[in-house]
T-cell receptor, first 115, second 109 residues
Framework: DAGVIQSPRHEVTEMGQEVTLRCKPISGHDYLFWYRQTMMRGLELLIYFNNNVPIDDSGMPEDRFSAKMPNASFSTLKIQPSEPRDSAVYFC?????????????FGQGTRLTVV | GENVEQHPSTLSVQEGDSAVIKCTYS??????FPWYKQELGKRPQLIID?????GEKKDQRIAVTLNKTAKHFSLHITETQPEDSAVYFCAALYSTLTFGKGTMLLVSP
């Protein structure tokens, strides 16, 4: 397995534009997590899915953020409209359980810059 | 929800010295405590973990200790090497993983 795959690796966009980040989890993993990493706030959990169903989206900062998981092998995180303060590295991770007692495998991340 | 505090935020040591990173957590129901290492520009990767029924775990030069009563756990790296330079994150699990803000470890040759 190639691991968790995220695309794009880098995204530069103008304020106000829509941004879509993509993630392919490891096959067979039931849980998928979206994290945001910044210097100030570290690694923040935005939302996680279990068997394609969103379980906890309390970390999603605003209504401008939305996430979907239409099937077991694909998830998206969308920001619309984007703002400069959204600039961060966004990680997707998957786990065969809820992260309990097993490793969460991270993708390479998407570095988002909103100008 | 769970709150994880991590200290120090940066740590500089000489090659061969030991390094200790400490974390505290708030939810006594947390039962799993992994440590992740993130090299510059790369993804976080698990290096060691400990469960709540164990007080200490070792893997070569790294070890983790857990004090459930005090709700703190620590990462110990002995005989540090320049390739240990990275950001280290602790985490605690109750329903989901909550991460500390990370410690940047710099090992000078």
């Amino acid at each position: 397995d190639a691991g968790v795959i995220q695309s794009p690796r880098h995204e530069v966009t103008e304020m106000g534009q829509e941004v879509t980040l993509r993630c392919k989890p490891i096959s067979g993993h039931d849980y998928l997590f979206w994290y945001r990493q910044t210097m100030m706030r570290g690694l923040e959990l935005l939302i996680y899915f279990n068997n394609n169903v969103p379980i906890d989206d309390s970390g999603m900062p605003e209504d401008r953020f939305s996430a979907k998981m239409p099937n077991a092998s694909f998830s998206t995180l969308k920001i619309q409209p984007s703002e400069p303060r959204d600039s961060a590295v966004y990680f997707c991770a998957s786990s065969p359980t809820g992260g309990g007692n097993t490793e969460a495998f991270f993708g390479q991340g998407t570095r988002l810059t909103v100008v | 929800g769970e709150n994880v505090e991590q200290h120090p935020s940066t740590l500089s040591v000489q090659e061969g010295d030991s390094a200790v990173i400490k974390c505290t957590y708030s939810d006594s129901a947390s039962n799993y405590f992994p440590w992740y290492k993130q090299e510059l520009g790369k993804r976080p990767q698990l290096i060691i973990d400990i469960r709540s029924n164990v007080g200490e775990k070792k893997d070569q030069r790294i070890a983790v200790t857990l004090n459930k009563t005090a709700k703190h756990f620590s990462l110990h790296i002995t005989e540090t090497q320049p390739e240990d330079s990275a950001v280290y994150f602790c985490a605690a699990l109750y329903s989901t993983l909550t991460f500390g803000k990370g410690t940047m470890l710099l090992v000078s040759p």
